[in-house]
T-cell receptor, first 110, second 115 residues
């Protein structure tokens, strides 16, 4: 069966520090991968998606970036965090129309 | 552009009763998928049910059923025999066009089940 992992689970970072969140998928090959952000009490906003290794599409302009170095690995990064980057970050994978989300990373920028 | 609307920010239901969570959508794509997810306070996004735009029958998954009315562009979630553990935020979502078929989410409905 397919599983999706995210780490870390929680993170507290100062403004201006770098960020690296990792997402890995098991039990499937060549999935579509997605990064979403959820602000407190809000819905999900799509940040990036990837249909294959090295292929990244950005949905909103921001100081975040994403990379897909391997088929089942998706990384969300920032060189300098902003206060507005705080939120709950969810990775998801899909194959055909099935969508499964990871457990999420709760990021607090101070 | 696609749009998902959930007009009920909060709902209350008595334990063991049924509840309907509303969702309407707008899209010009003839092929789309509709999803419902449950998000408890832990934050995990739990897949509940899926309906394809060409599916003839309404989807059902245990106590969850999706009331799909294509002409009205609605995809309401019905939870039968509510349980205390059903208290959570519920999101309606739909897939978009293109190869990535990314999901567009509604704003969510906070369901509280009362004992």
């Amino acid at each position: 069966s397919q599983t999706i992992h995210q780490w870390p689970a929680t993170l507290v970072q100062p403004v201006g520090s770098p960020l690296s969140l990792e997402c890995t998928v098991e039990g499937t090959s060549n999935p579509n991968l997605y990064w979403y952000r959820q602000a407190a009490g809000r819905g999900l906003q799509l940040l990036f998606y990837s249909v294959g290794i090295g292929q990244i599409s950005s949905e909103v302009p921001q100081n975040l970036s994403a990379s897909r170095p391997q088929d089942r690995q998706f990384i969300l990064s920032s060189k300098k965090l902003l206060l507005s980057d705080s939120g709950f970050y969810l990775c998801a994978w899909s194959k055909r129309d099935r969508r499964i989300f990871g457990p999420g990373t709760r990021l607090t920028v101070l | 552009a696609q749009k998902i609307t959930q007009t009920q920010p909060g709902m209350f239901v008595q334990e063991k009763e049924a509840v309907t969570l509303d969702c309407t959508y707008d899209t010009s794509d003839p092929s789309y998928g509709l999803f419902w997810y449950k998000q408890p306070s832990s934050g995990e996004m739990i897949f509940l049910i899926y309906q394809g735009s060409y599916d003839q029958q309404n989807a059902t998954e245990g106590r969850y059923s999706l009331n799909f009315q294509k002409a009205r562009k609605s995809a309401n979630l019905v939870i039968s025999a509510s349980q205390l553990g059903d208290s959570a935020m519920y999101f309606c979502a739909m897939t978009g066009p293109g190869s990535a078929r990314q999901l567009t989410f509604g704003s969510g409905t906070q369901l509280t089940v009362l004992p």
